[in-house]
């Protein structure tokens, strides 16, 4: 019985794991204003207007969370980092996702606490709404969100109060099942430690 339990449990677990994935998107993998919209299979990244979206290569007075480059756009002059409320990042995914993540990084030297957002959206709308907690500089936050239903197809972020914000490192897929394969590992050890309590086996 334990053995049945156990191939179950792990049949489970490999059934759920096998197709998990999770893809990062970094700026830093690029060269400065390289085109990225398209270079990272299973997403599409775009300024709101349609625009394309850059790796884009930060200065003395700007900052990335990782490295040295971030999101950028074209707003028609030149490449720029600061995205806000008007100039909004979108990313849409290939395949639906139940995960993604983002780093908000505060740009705003002279102290002030950027906020952000981001709206995950799935085939019903909008999923949620995650905010940033107040950044401060120079200091980045990561805004992620998880759905327990492989549900999401896009996301937008824009600012909270109006402030310019950078945006660094991105990450989405479906992530492996943890928890399935440590009730594995434990049914496992409940098998073994049954087996030792129960003295040899007759053959």
Do not use: C
């Not at 943890?178 to 053959?203: D, E, I, M, Q, Y």
Request: net charge negative; aromatic share 14%.
């Amino acid at each position: 019985m334990n053995k049945r339990l156990l191939a179950a449990a792990l049949a489970s677990a490999f059934a759920a794991n096998a197709h998990a994935f999770l893809i990062t998107v970094e700026p830093d993998d690029f060269t400065h204003e390289q085109n990225i919209s398209a270079l990272t299979p299973g997403v599409t990244l775009q300024w709101v207007s349609g625009s394309p979206v850059y790796a884009y290569e930060t200065d003395d007075f700007e900052y990335a969370s990782t490295g040295t480059r971030v999101f950028g756009y074209d707003a028609g002059f030149g490449v720029e980092p600061y995205w806000d409320d008007e100039n909004q990042f979108r990313a849409d995914f290939a395949g639906w996702v139940n995960y993604v993540s983002i780093d908000v990084v505060n740009n705003d030297e002279e102290g002030d606490n950027d906020s952000a957002y981001m709206e995950v959206y799935g085939v019903s709308g909008l999923l949620a709404t995650v905010y940033t907690n107040g950044i401060s500089f120079p200091g980045f936050e990561t805004l992620s969100f998880y759905e327990g239903t492989v549900n999401i197809s896009y996301i937008l972020m824009s600012s909270a109060d109006g402030a310019d914000y950078n945006l660094d490192r991105m990450e989405f897929g479906i992530p492996a099942a943890p928890t399935l394969a440590l009730f594995s590992l434990g049914l496992l050890g409940l098998a073994s430690t049954r087996a030792r309590v129960g003295g040899p086996r007759r053959l």
